[in-house]
């Protein structure tokens, strides 16, 4: 069962655009969010996480928004660049003893 | 940010060899280390979560005989895949647990090749 769902797969934006990932969890527990940037044949590197005290948290160009009542948060990029091309992952923590990652969305931005 | 070191990058193994994967963190102590596999344009899959002088812990359908993970310090686990076959070609990362406020910091990964 996927504990933390996301959406889109993939999403290709102009550059200057705002794309927007969306992540959807269920378990009422979790209680760090944060957002994952992959590039291909790399680890994963933490963006920005957020925990459900607070409804936005921005860092740079990534904010993260949560809705803890939907059990939805997202993450926008602002001004995206050909760089920010990458997969994304949003995960879900409660304590820190296990992360539930979401299945990632694809990310090009065209210039 | 804190450091996760994974060595190597790119292995190429013949079927039947083993192949030993390290993970350090290189600027702090990391109690918990985990390790994942990941399939081209899929999401991370959790094969294991170490902790520093305790067996590691699996997650169900990870054969715990055939990866092996040993977390003898508090910077270094390693993940070693006995006698690896083509199906356990993939790209494995490490990650650790950064001062136990839940930030995890990543590996660079290694894609593992069995011929």
């Known amino acids: 069962q996927q504990q933390v769902k996301q959406s889109p797969q993939s999403l290709i934006v102009q550059k200057g655009g705002i794309p927007i990932i969306n992540c959807a969890y269920e378990?009422?527990?979790?209680?760090?969010f944060p957002w994952y940037q992959q590039f291909p044949g790399k680890g994963p590197a933490l963006l920005i996480a957020?925990?459900?005290?607070?409804s936005e948290k921005k860092e740079g160009r990534f904010t993260i928004s949560f809705n803890k009542s939907a059990k939805q948060f997202s993450l926008h990029i602002m001004d995206s660049q050909p760089g920010d091309s990458a997969t994304y992952f949003c995960?879900?923590?409660?304590?820190?003893?296990?992360?539930?990652f979401g299945t990632g969305t694809s990310l090009t931005v065209i210039p | 940010g804190a450091v996760v070191s994974q060595h190597p990058s790119w292995v190429i193994c013949k079927s039947g060899t083993s192949v030993k994967i390290e993970c350090r963190s290189l600027?702090?102590?990391?109690?918990?280390m985990f390790w994942y596999r990941q399939f081209p344009k899929q999401s991370l899959m959790l094969m294991a979560t170490?902790?520093?002088?305790?067996?590691?812990?699996?997650e169900q359908g990870v054969e715990k005989d055939k990866f092996l993970i040993n977390h003898a310090s508090l910077t270094l686990s390693t993940l070693t895949v006995t006698s690896a076959h083509p199906e356990d070609s993939s790209f494995y990362i490490c990650?650790?647990?950064?001062?136990?406020?839940?930030?995890?910091?990543f590996g660079s990964g290694t894609q593992l090749s069995v011929l």
């Open positions: 170490s902790n520093e002088g305790s067996k590691a812990t699996y």
């Open positions: 990650s650790a647990e950064f001062g136990g406020n839940e930030k995890l910091f």
């Open positions: 600027d702090f102590q990391a109690t918990t």
């Open positions: 957020i925990r459900p005290d607070v």
């Open positions: 995960a879900a923590s409660m304590a820190g003893n296990q992360f539930y």
């Open positions: 378990n009422t527990a979790f209680d760090y």
